[in-house]
């Protein structure tokens, strides 16, 4: 059986472009004892790849010049020399960015069907994603009824998982995203305040305006002026989620500090960053309550699809123009 893949070209310099991405083919050999031969349906593209085009130590390893892209994928077992998985079983599997592959089946996690959820949710709102926002948000912002909760990226895979759940635990949601479409579809999922960053004008104002008591709780998903902002409107003993940064992913310079750093001493804030693998632990817990969430018609979703591997690239490159609502996935 023959697979394609794609590859790191070159390492790209600011956003990454279709130069930096090539198509190569594979033979892939019969699963020997252990193996298990995959034919992926739903590849995730995510941010944090991004980090791994560069080469530098990080915590995943870089990934290198002439080698496939990793990251999440759901495939479906064509043949299998692992009595633990057979024909027709979905599995989620971390290979990435390729049609097929081979892999011993302990590199695979066999995925549950639950009724009225599509297999792909476990690359967003079940998956990666929704844990890193449920994690993040419970154990980092620590919220509490009535508080208020600002969130970036408040469209994304991510962020509208925090919205949502922050909803749920009994907070006021202010909610920033890129579109006024994303707004609407932000403030149709329950969100108090959606706030286009891109036409509001003032990004502080119009934050102010939504929490007029300030913050309690701000995840960040984008860094930059969002950061400066919260800082700003932070109320003392604020819980500051360091999610990620996306605003800064394809500087070529430094970005500049938030300048009002300083306001976190007076005000006794908490920053804590955090990398979703740190509560694999709860990983349980996340899918009890999401379930429950979703079954209920509290927790909505949204997906963008790419087809075709071909378009893993331009899915990936789409991230950062924020051509997403809710997870960016390719359908092979
Ligand atoms: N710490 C962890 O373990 C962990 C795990 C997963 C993800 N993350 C981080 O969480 C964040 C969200 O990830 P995700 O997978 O949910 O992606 P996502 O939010 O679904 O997609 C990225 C979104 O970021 C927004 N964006 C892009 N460039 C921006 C900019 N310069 N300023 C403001 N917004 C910008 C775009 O939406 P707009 O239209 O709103 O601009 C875009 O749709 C990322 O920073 C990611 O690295 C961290």
Not at 16 to 43: C, K, S, W
Not at 223 to 240: C, D, K, T, Y
């Amino acid at each position: 059986m023959q697979a394609r893949e794609i590859l790191l070209k070159s390492r790209p310099e600011g956003t990454p472009a279709a130069q930096h991405f090539e198509t190569g083919t594979v033979t892939l050999p019969d699963p020997g004892a252990g193996d298990v031969l995959v034919r992926n349906i739903y590849m995730s593209v995510d941010p944090y790849m991004r980090g791994r085009m560069y080469d530098r130590p990080s915590y995943v390893p870089p990934f290198q010049i002439g080698e496939p892209l990793q990251g999440g994928a759901i495939g479906e077992v064509v043949a299998s020399g692992d009595p633990a998985f057979k024909p027709g079983d979905l599995v989620l599997s971390m290979l990435g960015w390729r049609t097929a592959f081979v892999a011993a089946g302990t590199a695979l996690q066999k995925l549950p069907s639950i009724p009225g959820v599509p297999t792909q949710a476990f690359l967003g709102v079940l998956g990666m994603p929704g844990l890193t926002g449920y994690a993040g948000l419970t154990q980092i912002g620590e919220p509490r009824p009535g508080e208020t909760v600002f969130v970036s990226g408040g469209a994304g895979a991510v962020g509208s998982v925090v919205a949502q759940v922050a909803k749920i635990l009994g907070c006021t949601v202010v909610a920033t995203a890129g579109t006024d479409e994303k707004c609407d579809w932000l403030r149709a999922a329950g969100v108090d305040h959606a706030i286009n960053y891109r036409t509001c004008g003032n990004l502080l104002a119009a934050v102010r305006e939504a929490a007029p008591k300030g913050i309690d709780i701000y995840f960040d998903n984008v860094g930059g002026e969002h950061l400066e902002v919260a800082i700003e409107l932070a109320r003392p003993f604020g819980r500051f989620v360091e999610c990620g940064m996306i605003a800064d992913y394809n500087a070529t310079e430094p970005a500049p500090g938030p300048k009002n750093i300083i306001l976190v001493v007076g005000k006794s804030l908490k920053m804590q960053g955090f990398i979703v693998t740190n509560y694999a632990h709860l990983q349980l817990q996340f899918l009890q309550d999401m379930g429950k969430w979703i079954a209920e018609g509290r927790i909505k979703w949204e997906e963008t699809i790419h087809e075709g591997l071909e378009n893993a690239p331009n899915a990936f490159i789409g991230l950062f123009s924020g051509q997403n609502t809710g997870k960016m996935l390719v359908k092979l």
